[in-house]
C-alpha cells in the first residue's frame, strides 16, 4: 500500500491503546479502517460478517443491545432490518465522539439515527450484572456482541467471560424469552460450540468466508436463543 493513499482522520489514546480512524484510496473508492495499536481491526471494504452478525437475529429484530460499535455496519444492518430500538455500549469513547462528528458516512448514519442510544462502557459490566429493572436497560429481543476477536484470539482477556457457559447464560438472562443471541468470532471454536449447544440445543455456528487479496478467513458468527427457565 502506497502510505499516500493513506489519509487520517482521527487518532486518540484510551486505556493503553492507540486507535486510529483512517482512510485509504482504492481503485472501488475509499475505504474507511480503524487501526489498534498499529494493527489492523476492520475497514469498510469487507463486512459481510459485520452484516451476519446482525442477520443472526432475523428480520424485525426489535430493542437490541450491540454491544462493540466498530465502524457502525452490525448496527446499520439492524437498523435496515427494522430494528426498533439500539443499545450501542462501546469501550472506546474517543469512537462515539467520531460517530457524533460524522468522521464516516456509516457512523454518522448510526449516531444520528432516532432509534439509536450510544452509551460509554464495557458491555460485559450490563451482561455480568443481574437483570435491568423496569425502565432502565434491557430487557432485549436481542444482543449482538463483537466485542474482542473471539475465545481463541482475545485482545482484552478480561473479555474471556463472555466466552464461558457462565459468560453466556447471564448474557441470556437480559433477553426476554425467545431472544436471541449472536457472537462474531474471529473463527470457529469447537470449545464454544459445544458449550453453547449444551445451554441450547437449536443454537447455531455460521461460517462467513472473507477473501483479503490470497487470503481466505472464516469468520463464525454463533446463535443461541433465551429459552424459559421451565
Not at 485509504?24 to 475505504?31: F, I, L
Not at 469512537?95 to 448510526?110: C, F, K, P, S, Y
Not at 425502565?135 to 474482542?148: N, S
Not at 446463535?223 to 427457565?229: F, K, Q
Amino acid at each position: 500500500m502506497d502510505d499516500n493513499t493513506l489519509t487520517t482522520l482521527a487518532r486518540a489514546t484510551e486505556g493503553g491503546y492507540e486507535i486510529v480512524l483512517r482512510r485509504r484510496a482504492s481503485e472501488n473508492g475509499d475505504v474507511d479502517e480503524l487501526i489498534v495499536n498499529g494493527a489492523f481491526a476492520m475497514d469498510s471494504a469487507e463486512t459481510t460478517s459485520e452484516v451476519a452478525l446482525a442477520d443472526a437475529l432475523g428480520p424485525q429484530p426489535g430493542h437490541v443491545l450491540v454491544g462493540g460499535l466498530g465502524l457502525g455496519f452490525t448496527a446499520a444492518q439492524l437498523l435496515d432490518l427494522g430494528a426498533a430500538h439500539l443499545d450501542i455500549v462501546e469501550l472506546s469513547g474517543c469512537l462515539i465522539d467520531w460517530a457524533n462528528d460524522g468522521l464516516t458516512e456509516t457512523l454518522d448514519r448510526v449516531a444520528h439515527d432516532p432509534r439509536v442510544t450510544l452509551h460509554h462502557g464495557d458491555v460485559i459490566d450490563i451482561l455480568s450484572a443481574p437483570p435491568a429493572l423496569p425502565g432502565m436497560l434491557g430487557p432485549w429481543d436481542g444482543i449482538c456482541l463483537d466485542t474482542d476477536n473471539g475465545p481463541d484470539f482475545l485482545l482484552h482477556e478480561a473479555n474471556q467471560t463472555i466466552y464461558t457457559t457462565t459468560g453466556i447464560r447471564s448474557a441470556l438472562n437480559h433477553l426476554v424469552e425467545g431472544g436471541r443471541l449472536s457472537l462474531w468470532s474471529q473463527g470457529p471454536s469447537k470449545e464454544l460450540w459445544y458449550d453453547l449447544m449444551t445451554i441450547d440445543s437449536t443454537a447455531t455456528e455460521r461460517l462467513v468466508g472473507v477473501q483479503r487479496g490470497n487470503r481466505r478467513t472464516d469468520y463464525a458468527i454463533y446463535t443461541v436463543t433465551a429459552r424459559s427457565a421451565g
